[in-house]
Antibody, heavy 114, light 109 residues
């Protein structure tokens, strides 16, 4: 059974970098041919696709976030990561990782505040 | 900027049928937009229902079906159950980027 679990700081200061990881079990992030995806959801609002990374390492990003986002694979730990730089309060949200869009993690809340 | 539009809210009676739609600001939605549909209940992560317009995930109840209807992607619920009350999101592909709709709050009343 495939499972994804997000982890990372729940509080990030404005202008700093938000860093999250998604641990994957039941699949290999580098050998199984899937897109590994990040999505976020501000409280009470809709979903926003952040970006994805393929098993080969190829990435696609939301154009509105592209200048601040990096998604990478860590094959030694079978996980993938999200880095979002220069965060503001607008980046406060629940962040989800997913295998393509079929299997989702439970999400992790990140608050941007000083 | 591309906008994906859904009905903000719909109400259906138990046992009834309802169709939710998903429109693109770029024009008619086709299978090339690979429409996906998701269900989200309060406090839970979204759950995938439909991918590539018409394909149900293994866990998706048979009463959910996807289609293209009048230039939009559509999600039809037939024989609605009380537990189907939720927010439903569609998702469309724009050549390397994905865009979610704003969601439809479905009330079963």
């Amino acid at each position: 059974q495939v499972r994804l679990q997000e982890s990372g700081p729940g509080l990030v200061k404005p202008s700093q970098t938000l860093s999250l990881t998604c641990a994957v079990s039941g699949n290999s992030v580098s050998r199984d041919n899937y897109y590994w995806t990040w999505i976020r959801q501000p409280a009470g609002k809709g979903l926003e696709w952040i970006g994805r990374i393929y098993a080969s390492g190829t990435t696609d990003y939301n154009p509105s976030l592209e200048s601040r986002v990096t998604i990478s694979l860590d094959t030694s730990k079978n996980q993938f990561s999200l880095n979002l730089t220069s965060v503001t309060a607008a980046d406060t949200a629940v962040y989800y990782c997913a295998r393509e869009f079929g299997i989702w993690g439970r999400g992790t809340m990140v608050t941007v505040s000083s | 900027q591309t906008v994906v539009t859904q009905e903000p809210s719909l109400t259906v009676s138990p046992g009834g049928t309802v169709t939710l739609t998903c429109a693109s600001s770029t024009g008619a939605v086709t299978s090339g937009y690979y429409p996906n549909w998701f269900q989200q209940k309060p406090g839970q992560a979204p759950r995938a229902l439909i991918y590539s317009t018409t394909y149900n995930h293994p866990w998706t109840p048979a009463r959910f079906s996807g289609s293209l209807l009048g230039g939009k992607a559509a999600l039809t619920l037939s024989g609605v159950q009380p537990e189907d009350e939720a927010v439903y999101y569609c998702l469309l592909y724009y050549g390397g980027a994905w865009v979610f709709g704003g969601g439809t709050k479905l009330t079963v009343l």
